[in-house]
């Protein structure tokens, strides 16, 4: 077993016969030989008294797990999990855009897009004059591009541990915390069965730990099937095959969570679904004079409102695969029209058109779109939506719930935590139903709505 430990100022005796050394800031294999999976903590104090009583959530995000991967490729190990606890056989609805790191973020403060920062998966900002990209390794560790309060930070402000075992944002000091245990952050398109399963070995040697150490909320990144969905397609049987590779992993996890005995709430969601891309590559700027624009895929940022105006004004006829909005004029159902990181004029496609402002430049080589592709408007392309089981013993067995929006994830799970929740997004009534101590364990097993 993948053993992780602590060194505080003297060194803690654990049940486990190994451990992982203190480091600051800087990843290191964890103790054992295993380089799976390095893991740095940070000194956060104990556990306090009060959030020792408490329960357990470990969350489990499967990139890309289309809403009905599940059903379509009979994923015993999440059908199950859905029908010992609560599920969304219709879906649950992502934030837009629909993007990764986006949504992961959403999950996580309870707040949409625009609200947390995080617009896209790279944008610029007009105030940082600098820009924001997930392959930016110094970007993603800077807290100043976050905002909101994370679930582990929530958890480490009022003396509960947390634990990243990769998670968007989780390496950032954010709202003055990062968790007490996190690994950086690896995109990695293909890991081992080896460095997958360390994430399963990890998280239940850190909840083996002594109460005063153990983490409380746990997190667990894996990045399949979304590569294979944009390599071969939604559809593919490769991708299938990675959807039932994650369900069978779905399954070691539960049984080595149960094998601890400790109470665990297991949430596994994704951050979005997958769609098969429909023609060629649209280049705005075949439409439009963006001379003197910033641009960043197909976000715009016009340096003046003459620009701005003009850009609008070439393009709000130009297709339609795409609709055109000033910012302020984005739909209010978007939740996207408040931060300027969304650039201004905004492009909204209407279907899965791949678009972008500008080919490569400087004679870089182009390449067509990948066959699948997310980002898009949940309410025009249902493909978007994501996947949402859990079960534990806080919440309700053989409950159904109606597609409801991801914000309502964060006060779900910080209930169930015990946590005060500052003002966010979402609301703890949508799956207030789900919980025992909500009467969710009374009202009997059915379809709750939503709000």
């Known amino acids: 077993m993948i053993l992780s430990a602590l060194k505080r100022s003297a060194m803690v005796c654990l049940a486990l016969t190994l451990a992982l050394p203190l480091v600051a800031q800087q990843a290191q294999p964890i103790a054992g030989g295993n380089p799976a999976l390095p893991l740095v903590h940070v000194e956060n ?10 329960h357990y ?7 890309g797990f289309r809403w009905d991967y599940a059903k379509n490729d009979h994923a015993a190990n999440l059908l199950a999990l859905g029908k010992k606890g609560v599920w969304a056989p219709e879906g649950m609805m992502p934030s837009y855009p629909s993007l990764t790191f986006p949504n992961h973020f959403t999950i996580v403060t309870g707040l949409y897009p625009e609200h947390h920062g995080l617009v896209a998966n790279g944008f610029y900002d007009e105030t940082k004059h600098a820009r924001y990209a997930i392959s930016d390794t110094k970007a993603v560790q800077d807290g100043s591009w976050y905002s909101g ?12 541990h947390a634990a990243c075992l990769y998670w968007p944002g989780s390496e950032a000091e954010i709202a003055g915390h990062r968790p007490s245990w996190y690994a950086v952050f690896d ?33 667990i990144y894996y990045s399949e099937p979304d590569h294979e969905g944009h390599q071969y397609g939604p559809d593919a049987p490769e991708t299938k095959e990675a959807a039932l590779k994650m369900d069978a992993m779905i399954g070691k996890l539960r049984k080595a969570l149960d094998s601890t005995k400790l109470p665990i709430d297991l949430v596994v969601v994704s951050d979005h679904g997958m769609v098969k891309e429909e023609g060629g590559w649209i280049n705005l700027d075949e439409f439009a004079d963006l001379s003197g624009f910033e641009t960043v895929g197909p976000l715009l940022y016009g340096k003046t409102e003459e620009d701005r105006a003009r850009v609008y004004d070439q393009l709000k006829h130009a297709s339609s695969e795409f609709v055109v909005y000033r910012r302020k004029d984005v739909p209010a159902g978007l939740e ?7 650039g201004d004029p905004v492009i909204v496609a209407t279907g899965p058109y791949p678009i972008r402002a500008h080919k490569p430049q400087g004679g870089r080589p182009d390449y067509p779109p990948e066959p699948g592709m997310h980002g898009f408007d949940p309410r025009k392309v249902p493909e978007m939506k994501a996947s949402f089981f859990a079960a534990g013993p806080d919440i309700v067995r053989g409950k159904t719930v109606a597609p409801f929006n991801n914000v309502n994830l964060y006060p779900w799970i910080a209930h169930m935590l015990g946590l005060q929740t500052p003002k966010i997004d979402g609301s703890l009534n949508i799956l207030a139903g789900t919980l025992r101590d909500n009467g969710g364990e009374t009202a009997g097993a059915g379809e709750l709505k939503q709000e």
């Open 45 to 54: 104090g104990e556990n306090s008294a009060a959030t020792r009583k408490a």
């Open 149 to 160: 309060v994370p679930l582990w930070s929530l958890a480490e402000s009022q003396g509960m």
């Open 187 to 219: 995109n990695k398109t293909q890991a081992s069965d080896e460095e997958e399963k360390a994430r399963i070995d990890d998280a239940v040697a850190l909840l083996k730990m002594p109460e005063a150490e153990r983490p409380h909320f746990i997190t």
């Open 57 to 63: 959530v470990v969350l489990v995000s499967l990139d």
């Open 336 to 342: 996207y029209n408040q931060n300027p990181r969304e």
